[in-house]
């Protein structure tokens, strides 16, 4: 199988996603798998491979490609798990989770990018359950989930997606406003969330 892979993707693999320290080996696997070339603006192919979030239009962004590794890896998955992400984009956070095996839902509200996601996920043939509207609230005739990623900066985690998440479950958020947003991961417990940071990152804002 590694043989076959396209050159830049292992590439991209090896320099900027276990180079940083990224260990788990589905989330390695399905980084090797999904072409993410396929998930840019045409005119950006060039730099598909490179760790950079890039523009879609629309004024929102493609995450850059260790920090999908890096919440993958936060969200602890195992095969059949069922998972929400808020903020679909391009599809290729999806694609990843969907990749690891997980059952995943994402919502996106801007129909425009909804609907080029949901064609790039069924020409790879990959199951995602997409929704058009405000991810903020969650999906809620699925919960709980496993997991739930959030790829767009809430000041505040809102308590309806805490709400919707499984007892062990995680939910990987980069929180924070315009002064900076930091990857925290919330594990609900018996007694509540037990809370953990990861590092300053950069999201566009959850509207
Ligand atoms: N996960 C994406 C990148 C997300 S960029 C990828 O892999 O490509 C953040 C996305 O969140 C944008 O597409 C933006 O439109 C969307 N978004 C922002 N606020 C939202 C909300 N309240 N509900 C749903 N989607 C939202």
Same mark, same amino acid.
């Given at each position: 199988?590694?043989?076959n892979?396209?050159? +830049?993707?292992? =590439? +991209?693999?090896?320099?900027?996603i276990?180079?940083?320290?990224?260990?788990?080996?589905?989330?390695?696997?399905?980084?090797?798998?999904?072409?993410?070339?396929?998930f840019?603006? %045409?005119?950006?192919?060039?730099?598909?491979?490179?760790?950079?979030a890039? %523009?879609?239009?629309?004024?929102?962004?493609i995450?850059?490609?260790? &920090?999908?590794?890096?919440?993958?890896?936060?969200?602890?998955?195992?095969?059949?798990?069922?998972?929400?992400?808020?903020?679909?984009?391009?599809?290729?956070?999806?694609a990843?989770?969907?990749?690891?095996?997980?059952?995943?839902?994402?919502?996106e509200?801007?129909?425009?990018?909804?609907?080029?996601?949901?064609?790039?996920?069924?020409?790879?043939?990959?199951?995602?359950?997409?929704?058009?509207?405000?991810?903020?609230?969650? =999906?809620?005739?699925h919960?709980?989930?496993?997991?739930i990623?959030?790829?767009?900066?809430?000041?505040? &985690?809102?308590?309806?997606?805490?709400?919707?998440?499984?007892?062990?479950?995680?939910?990987?958020?980069?929180?924070?406003? /315009?002064?900076?947003?930091?990857? /925290?991961v919330?594990? /609900?417990?018996?007694?509540?969330f037990?809370?953990s940071?990861h590092?300053?990152?950069?999201?566009?804002?959850?509207?």
């Open positions: 199988m590694a043989g892979l396209p050159p +830049m993707l292992q =590439w +991209m693999v090896d320099a900027t276990r180079a940083r320290g990224i260990r788990d080996p589905q989330v390695l696997r399905a980084m090797e798998t999904v072409p993410r070339q396929l840019v603006r %045409p005119e950006d192919a060039s730099e598909a491979f490179s760790d950079r890039l %523009p879609l239009g629309l004024g929102q962004t995450s850059q490609p260790y &920090v999908v590794a890096l919440m993958t890896e936060l969200a602890r998955l195992s095969p059949g798990d069922r998972v929400l992400e808020v903020g679909t984009g391009s599809g290729y956070q999806a990843i989770l969907a990749e690891c095996g997980a059952e995943v839902y994402s919502i509200r801007l129909p425009e990018l909804a609907e080029k996601a949901r064609q790039r996920l069924a020409e790879l043939g990959l199951v995602v359950h997409l929704r058009v509207g405000d991810g903020a609230r969650g =999906w809620p005739e919960a709980p989930y496993r997991a990623l959030v790829t767009a900066a809430p000041s505040h &985690v809102p308590p309806e997606l805490l709400e919707q998440l499984d007892l062990g479950g995680r939910l990987v958020v980069p929180e924070g406003g /315009r002064e900076g947003q930091v990857l /925290r919330y594990r /609900r417990t018996e007694e509540g037990e809370v940071d590092g300053a990152v950069l999201f566009v804002p959850l509207r």
